[in-house]
Each structure stands twice: as structure tokens, then as C-alpha cells.
């Protein structure tokens, strides 16, 4: 089966008890993010939104809040489409064994975008921006915004769908210095096709037409977030996926629309021309700033007879886009790792932010004739991640090898870690890129976009036992207010906040005059943080500290550190500053008086009792 609509797939997901409706008046400002977050984290089902405050449009949401609901979706066409994009890292797999992936071929041969008339059902009318449901996610968030578009532009160069590319990319829909219904937003970051696009465009003194689907079938938000192997079109996996050809046609103006969208918002964007976009609660659990982005000049906004609006929240993992990771990495399986020679396994650690924290396995062949290992190869390997597609916006990537556990697992946190530190040589094993990109919404750098990484490359045999508690000698003076053990090796330490650059002179100092001398071996990682019990409460709420609120170069230290060559190391532990900066972003947080209004919700009676 496929799914011709969103409507269709609501219908079947209530039909099959995944879905809730919300009949009573709900307002677009935080309620309805706040509902959709709690219901998501008691893994409950999608919510439709019948009466949405200041709209006629309903809302739907959390549509793939679970693996197990994304797989309900597309229970008849996931096992082909896996297969699909195998064939498409590997196509000698197809010309080895022909007959059994024919009907693999065929799926993709029906899933070629259809051109249709213009009287499709996403013709039905036009309104405008202000009109559609102006969800706000969280308090400081610059307006309204767009969190389940699906952005279509086409190559100047080379026009038509087949070379043209589908990205979700965040839109805002008003506030700050936009001109209401006729300008919005277009946030996109680093390593991603609309900007090969816009630099087409420019180049030719044109502007960018593009057009912002939502809803739809759900194989096309899918379609839209997918890492997909080159000349593999996201039409053509939204229609393979979906089980339905994507339907499309030109409007009036020359702007492709998706026949099957709920709603298509066409407009322009002209070369430089930018306008203030944000802030807006984000993936890392921070607020992203305000800063310039394209601004799209908005031409019409068209919508089915009865469309119905999608979206999603965004904030700390794990969210809804978890669940989305989730799908990817089942669809596409080893597809990053049969790209780089020696890879084995990659984790972008989504409980970090997804792109600060990488963990990966590779092969450590080089000279298997020494008795001794020692990284080689994954230093290679490591580079090689490093410069690959949005895998170069990480910051930290932590590389073991195979070899030295054939069973370890990328997606363990603890045992990963716990493998890495009982192996680490700190005078060896850490190599930086300064001065680099890094992902956009982090803050954490010295700029937008701008920041470093370091990559920790480990091989070899176990070199020290990691303390699980501390000696009862270990004791640390003033300024450290507390600290405690997070896991094996490693030690959260609360200092005072960090007001000045220059304090961390005096913090340093005084953690060397204490452990330059003393026997620390089974303390290879130091965590500098604003409040230790938090950090040390779970290895979620550790990795998303450490790795979201540091940046390698300015924020590694480490005790009887020195610098050889070029290259950086130290005797004694590693020191990582991760306290709040005063250049970071908020830290997003909830509204207090929303929540409670939720909390009634879900009291004996409410519409979500029994669900939160």
C-alpha cells in the first residue's frame, strides 16, 4: 500500500490506535509544543490538533515520534527501499545477482516523479502566511516557524526535477523585521544542496525560485532528511518509500508544486539579500541566534480543500528528529562506512547534539607484522570522516579499532568510552584542526560556523584500570565546589562560572599544583562544569554537557601538558572546560505556567490521561 495524502496516513494511524485527537481549543504560542513534547516522551502517539487558536488549518504532529510508528507506516515498502539504497552504494550487487533484485529495480523505475495537471487537489486555494497555524516552540524563539518543510529548488545550470533537491531546511514564518505575509525566512546551514543551488543562482544574477511543501505523504518529509548517495533523486526515494509516484506541475510563475502537498508556499530569493533570522529553540538544546539569512519573498501560498498542517518540536535529544536518525540508519544501514575504506561502524551521537560527538570503529592494518598497535590507519580513517559531507561539521570524533574489540559497539556510550580510556596515551593520541567549521547552531566556537575539532584515535592493549570511585587521599581545594564520578575515568568538577577567559588561568593552576604530582592513572578525563551532580547524573546528560559547551582548541587542557613538534599532549589528565561560556547560547527551557495547563491535560478526565 501507499499512502496518496496525509490525511490517508492519519486516517490508518487512528484507525490502528497511534493517533490521539485534540478537539478543544489549543494555542499555537507553546501549548502545542508543550503537549507534543511531553506525549513524546512517554512514547505516546501522533497528536492531531482539530482547533488551533488564530487558524482554520488543524495540525498534526509527532507522526514519527517512534521507530515502531515509522515502521507501521512503511511496513510495505521499507525491506525494498534498504535494499534500493544498497544497490545504490553497491550496484555490482544488481549485475551479480539480477534476478533477485529485479523487483528492487522495478520499485524504483515506478517511483520516477509524474508530471499531472494543474488542477490537482493542492489547487483547491490560496491564503497567506499569517493564516496558517503560527506554532511558536519556545519562549524566545524569534516567531513562528516552519519545522516539517520539505524545500524544493531546481540547478540553475540544470533545470527540472530529476537534478533538483529536497532539503528540510527551518522557515520562519514572521516576527523580527519580516514584512507579514509577504517575506519569510530561509535557514539553511553548511553541506547542504539548496546552497549549491543559491550559488548557481547568484552567480547567473537570478533568483532562487523556491517552493516550501508541508505535509503530504509522510515518505516525502523522509525523503526531505535523508543522506541520500549521489545521483539518487529525493523525488524518486519519496516516491519508492511512499509506494506512490511523486505527482507534480509547473504553477503560472514557473514554480514546481507538489500535487499531493496540504500546503506549497512559492517564492524567491534574490542574490545577497538577507534579512535577521531567530532565535529559534534548536537540536543542540540551545537556542540559536538571531544572525543574517536569505530571505524569501513570498509569491502564493496554495492549499488542499481540507489540508492539514505538520510539524514537529525542537530541542534537547531525544526529540522527534531522534526518531528520524532512527529511520535513516535503518534505511540506509552501513551505507557511510562502505564509503570509507577501513570504516566499520559511525555514530553520530544524537544525546550530544548529533554533530559535536562522533564515535567510530575502524581497521588498524597497517603493520600487522609489529607486535605492538598503535593508531595508524584510523588516523587516516579519521581524516577521512573529518571531510566527509555533514560528518565534517563534528567537533569531537572518538575512533577505536576493531581489532582491539571486535564486539564493541558505537552506539553503547558507556562501553565505547570505557573502551577509549582504558587506552588513550594522552601524549599520543589526540590531533587537532583549528580554526575549521563546525555546525552552524553551535555556539560553542569563536563564530558562526567557526570553531575546531580534535580527533582521538586509540589502538592498542588496555593501559591502565579506570577508577570507579575516587582514593580516599583525592581531594581537590577552593575554587571546586563539588565533584563526583560520572563513570569509570572520569570525574565531573563544579568550578565557579565562567565570567572571565582569564579565570581559567587560576583554575588551571590550581589543579596543577594538586595533581601534577599525584597518581591520577585511573582518572584520564576531567570535566570542568557548572554543576557536577547534573553532568554526573546519566552519561545523557554528560555527553550533551561536555560535548555541546566546549570547543577542542580554546577548551582542552590537560596537567603536565606540553607541546612537542606541533603536537599537543599531556602526562596527567585531560581537562575539559565545559561550563557555559559567556558567548554561548540560552539553554532552552520550559514556560511554567504552559506546563501546568498541560498538567490538567493529563489529569483524570483530560483528553491525555493515561498517555502522559
Not at 548557481?200 to 533568483?207: E, I, V
Amino acid at each position: 500500500m501507499g499512502y496518496n495524502s496525509l490525511q490517508a496516513c492519519i486516517t490508518d494511524l487512528e484507525k490502528n490506535g497511534h493517533l490521539i485527537r485534540i478537539k478543544e481549543e489549543v494555542d499555537p504560542y507553546l501549548q502545542m509544543a508543550a503537549i507534543h513534547l511531553r506525549v513524546f516522551e512517554h512514547n505516546g502517539p501522533a497528536i492531531l490538533f482539530e482547533n488551533v487558536k488564530g487558524s482554520k488549518f488543524p495540525a498534526v504532529s509527532n507522526l514519527f515520534g517512534t521507530l515502531d510508528r515509522s515502521r507501521f507506516i512503511f511496513r510495505d515498502t521499507l525491506d525494498k527501499i534498504k535494499t534500493l539504497v544498497d544497490i545504490k552504494n553497491d550496484p555490482v550487487k544488481a549485475i551479480k545477482h539480477p534476478f533477485k533484485y529485479a523487483n528492487t529495480a522495478l520499485t524504483a523505475l515506478s517511483a520516477l516523479p509524474m508530471k499531472v495537471r494543474k488542477d490537482a487537489p493542492i489547487s483547491f486555494g490560496k491564503t497567506l502566511i499569517s493564516e496558517l497555524p503560527q506554532i511558536v516552540n519556545w519562549p524566545k524563539d524569534g516567531g513562528p516557524f516552519v519545522t516539517m518543510p520539505q524545500v524544493y529548488t531546481e540547478d540553475a545550470d540544470m533545470p527540472g526535477i530529476m537534478n533538483a533537491n529536497l532539503g528540510m531546511y527551518r522557515i520562519q514564518l514572521g516576527g523580527n523585521d519580516y514584512i507579514q505575509d509577504k517575506e519569510i525566512g530561509l535557514h539553511y546551514q553548511l553541506h547542504r544542496g539548496i546552497g549549491v543551488h543559491q550559488t548557481k543562482a547568484n552567480a547567473k544574477g537570478q533568483p532562487l525560485k523556491v517552493s516550501i511543501f508541508v505535509g503530504g505523504p509522510p515518505a516525502h518529509p523522509v525523503a526531505a532528511v535523508m543522506p541520500l548517495p549521489e545521483g539518487l533523486s529525493e523525488m524518486t526515494f519519496g516516491g519508492a518509500l511512499g509506494n506512490r509516484r511523486f505527482r507534480y506541475f509547473y504553477d503560472n510563475e514557473g514554480f514546481c508544486i507538489s500535487a499531493d502537498a496540504d500546503f506549497v508556499i512559492t517564492g524567491t530569493v534574490m542574490p545577497m539579500e538577507n534579512k535577521s533570522e531567530g532565535p529559534f529553540g534548536d537540536h543542540l538544546g540551545y537556542y540559536s541566534l538571531a544572525h543574517p539569512f536569505p530571505l524569501m519573498k513570498v509569491h502564493n501560498v496554495y492549499h488542499k480543500k481540507d489540508a492539514i498542517w505538520s510539524f514537529t518540536v525542537v530541542g534537547r535529544p531525544p526529540q522527534e528528529d531522534t526518531s528520524f536518525g532512527a529511520l535513516i540508519h535503518e534505511i540506509t544501514g552501513n551505507a557511510i562506512p562502505k564509503e570509507i575504506p577501513g570504516l566499520h561502524a559511525v555514530n553520530a551521537v544524537d544525546a550530544a547534539g548529533v554533530h559535536p560527538l562522533l564515535f567510530a570503529i575502524g581497521s588498524e592494518r597497517y603493520t600487522p607484522y609489529v607486535k605492538e598497535r598503535y593508531p595508524q590507519e584510523i588516523i587516516t580513517i579519521a581524516n577521512h570522516i573529518l571531510g566527509k559531507g555533514q560528518l565534517s561539521l563534528a567537533k569531537y570524533l572518538f575512533i577505536a579499532a576493531k581489532e582491539d574489540n571486535p564486539s564493541l559497539d558505537v552506539n553503547d556510550i558507556g562501553s565505547f568510552l570505557k573502551h577509549i580510556l582504558q587506552r588513550i596515551d594522552l601524549t599520543r593520541d589526540l590531533h587537532f584542526h583549528t580554526r575549521t567549521t563546525i555546525d552552524t547552531l553551535d555556539y560553542s566556537g569563536d563564530g558562526l560556523n567557526s570553531g575546531s575539532k580534535v580527533a582521538i584515535t586509540v589502538a592498542g592493549d588496555i593501559k591502565r584500570e579506570l577508577w570507579n570511585e575516587l582514593p580516599s587521599s583525592f581531594a581537590l581545594p577552593q575554587p571546586v565546589n563539588h565533584y563526583k564520578i560520572v563513570m569509570p575515568g572520569v570525574l565531573a568538577v563544579e568550578v565557579p562560572k565562567n565570567i572571565r577567559a582569564s579565570d581559567m588561568d587560576l583554575v588551571l593552576e590550581i589543579l596543577q599544583e594538586t595533581l601534577g604530582e599525584a597518581e591520577t592513572s585511573g582518572l584520564p578525563l576531567i570535566v570542568l562544569c557548572d554543576d557536577a551532580a547534573f553532568t554526573a547524573q546519566n552519561l545523557n546528560n554528560f555527553v550533551w554537557v561536555t560535548f555541546t559547551r566546549s570547543n577542542p582548541s580554546h577548551d582542552i587542557y590537560g596537567i603536565n601538558s606540553f607541546t612537542e613538534h606541533k603536537h599537543w599532549g599531556c602526562k596527567g589528565p585531560l581537562i575539559i572546560d565545559a561550563r557555559i561560556k559567556p558567548h554561548h547560547a540560552p539553554v532552552l527551557e520550559r514556560d511554567p505556567t504552559v506546563e501546568k495547563l498541560v498538567d490538567k491535560m493529563g489529569e483524570k478526565g483530560g483528553v491525555l490521561h493515561g498517555i502522559i
